[in-house]
């Protein structure tokens, strides 16, 4: 049985047309509907066998879910170099927010040093989610032990109209809000965000349960008006 037989044999109509409409900029039939945690495990089994690398050097792939799919596959394998590797060759075939912030390989964490550099690349590139994808991987893994006040910059310095890049840099900087405050709330304070990216941020964080009653208040009479 092809993988794409197998991932037909997973098919649930009813959740394409949800996931559809989570990701209006993939057209409907590019959609075959199959939920997260049974790509997850499909990923896993294939991870195991020699059929993951033959799909891996098929690109691009034509369907959501293949794209999904090849995101957790990547997650699987170990070794930081190869990883990187198909994980640069497989970015420019990114088009959509869900598959960019799903893809999060395990190795990276345990590569900080040389993964902040490309983080640094990524997130000054001209491609919507490439950009992106370097915003999720410094929120994920640069907002806690491995914090820097200076990385901080990054995605002030990126000046996008594209709404999945300026979404992505209002949860970066809603969450270090929530995780490092003192070093992030000066970028509130003196208005560093783009308007919408910092209003956005405001929202967010005030929306979140890890900001405090008082440090939204505070927050609230931050926000740019109109």
Same mark, same amino acid.
């Given at each position: 049985m092809s993988i794409l037989d197998r991932? *037909?044999?997973? &098919?649930?109509? %009813? *959740? $394409?047309e949800f996931?559809?409409? @989570?990701?209006?900029?993939?057209?409907? %039939?590019?959609?075959? !509907?199959?939920?997260?945690? +049974?790509?997850?495990?499909?990923?896993? #089994?294939?991870?195991? !066998?020699?059929?993951?690398?033959? =799909?891996? &050097?098929?690109?691009?792939h034509y369907y959501y879910e293949e794209n999904m799919l090849h995101g957790f596959l990547l997650a699987e394998i170990k070794d930081y170099d190869r990883c990187m590797e198909e994980i640069e060759r497989f970015l420019p075939y990114v088009?959509?927010? $869900?598959v960019s912030d799903t893809m999060s390989p395990k190795v990276f964490g345990k590569h900080k040093e040389e993964l902040i550099e490309k983080i640094r690349v990524w997130i000054a590139s001209d491609e919507t989610y490439t950009c992106r994808f370097g915003m999720c991987m410094l929120m994920?893994? =640069?907002?806690? %032990?491995? =914090?820097?006040? #200076? *990385? @901080?910059?990054?995605?002030?310095?990126v000046h996008s109209d594209e709404y999945y890049v300026?979404?992505? +840099? $209002?949860w970066y900087y809603a969450t270090a809000l929530a995780k490092q405050w003192e070093a992030?709330?000066? *970028?509130? #304070?003196?208005?560093?965000?783009?308007?919408?990216?910092?209003?956005?941020?405001?929202?967010? $964080?005030?929306?979140?349960?890890?900001?405090?009653? +008082?440090?939204?208040?505070?927050?609230?009479?931050?926000?740019i008006k109109k």
């Open positions: 991932m *037909y044999d997973l &098919q649930d109509v %009813e *959740y $394409a996931q559809s409409k @989570l990701t209006p900029n993939v057209d409907r %039939e590019r959609f075959i !509907g199959i939920r997260v945690p +049974a790509l997850r495990k499909l990923a896993k #089994e294939m991870a195991k !066998g020699e059929e993951k690398d033959s =799909f891996l &050097q098929k690109l691009p088009d959509n927010w $869900a994920r893994y =640069f907002l806690d %032990e491995d =914090f820097r006040v #200076e *990385y @901080l910059e990054l995605p002030a310095a300026q979404m992505m +840099a $209002a992030t709330i000066p *970028y509130i #304070e003196q208005k560093r965000l783009d308007k919408w990216v910092h209003n956005k941020t405001i929202q967010k $964080a005030r929306e979140s349960y890890r900001i405090t009653d +008082a440090q939204k208040e505070y927050l609230n009479n931050l926000k």
